[in-house]
């Protein structure tokens, strides 16, 4: 029986969500509780793999288990077991050629800021500061440069092996509520840090710092400018996995 997940967790204290050999991961988490309670050594694949101090609102994940355990009982046996900054929000049966990666069509992930004057303990877990309000309109046209299907190795962290930067972003929504500003990047895939190197951008954008003008340009050319900064991991949150 192969079993979908749905999780949500908070990634400050964990080193990312692949298993590594030092360090405490929410993949190892996961499959430690799976079992605890089942009794297997599964291996679980989940919809991708965020990085150390990124957090997921709701990540996917499946795996198989020859358990009798009824498929929407899982969610509440494994939160009994699992952390507190790691939960299952949501447990189900799937079918066995249903892949948590490679079955997904799309992928959003979230970037928040916050303004303000100094850094603030009930904000900066999952936001980041930026010190003046930019300009959102000026943010918006940014990210309809952006939108599209592009080479993004502009946007992609330095040391990446990676040999294909073709990708499609579908949509880029930005909201500001007060003092609170998430931007929305939904893709068929991302580069290592492109979500956090995008929103880089378009603050830059909003800040007057890079022009439209140089941002069409780092697009085309390929060379990021160092105007352009990777945002911290802790602003960033995978939002939702589409299938």
């Given at each position: 029986?192969?079993?979908?997940?749905?999780?949500?967790?908070?990634?400050?204290?964990?080193?990312?969500y692949q298993v590594?050999?030092?360090?405490?991961?929410?993949?190892?988490?996961?499959?430690?509780?799976?079992?605890?309670?089942?009794?297997?050594?599964?291996?679980?694949?989940?919809?991708?793999?965020?990085?150390?101090?990124?957090?997921?609102?709701?990540?996917?994940?499946?795996?198989?288990?020859?358990?009798n355990i009824p498929p929407k009982n899982f969610a509440f046996a494994l939160n009994?077991?699992?952390?507190?900054?790691?939960k299952v929000i949501k447990s189900e049966k799937v079918s066995g050629d249903f892949n948590a990666r490679y079955s997904a069509k799309k992928k959003t992930y979230r970037y928040s800021f916050y303004i303000g004057a100094f850094e603030e303990p009930m904000q900066s877990r999952?936001?980041?500061?930026?010190?003046?309000?930019?300009?959102?309109s000026l943010m918006k046209k940014g990210a309809k440069i952006i939108e599209g299907e592009h080479d993004f190795k502009c946007f992609l962290a330095s040391g990446s092996s990676v040999k294909d930067t073709v990708r499609t972003v579908y949509s880029i929504k930005i909201t500001k509520k007060g003092r609170f500003i998430d931007v929305y990047v939904t893709g068929n895939g991302f580069l290592y840090n492109m979500v956090r190197i995008i929103a880089g951008a378009l603050v830059a954008v909003g800040e007057g710092k890079l022009s439209?003008?140089?941002?069409?340009?780092?697009?085309?050319?390929?060379?990021?400018?160092n105007k352009i900064k990777t945002m911290p991991a802790k602003g960033l949150t995978l939002y939702k996995v589409n299938y």
């Open positions: 029986m192969r079993i979908l997940l749905t999780v949500s967790y908070d990634g400050t204290d964990f080193c990312g590594q050999p030092n360090g405490r991961t929410v993949e190892e988490t996961l499959n430690d509780a799976i079992y605890k309670l089942t009794g297997e050594k599964v291996k679980s694949i989940a919809s991708g793999r965020t990085d150390s101090g990124v957090h997921a609102l709701s990540q996917k994940v499946h795996f198989d288990t020859n358990s009994s077991i699992l952390p507190s900054d790691v999952y936001k980041t500061l930026i010190n003046s309000a930019p300009d959102i439209l003008t140089e941002l069409e340009s780092v697009l085309s050319s390929g060379e990021r400018t």
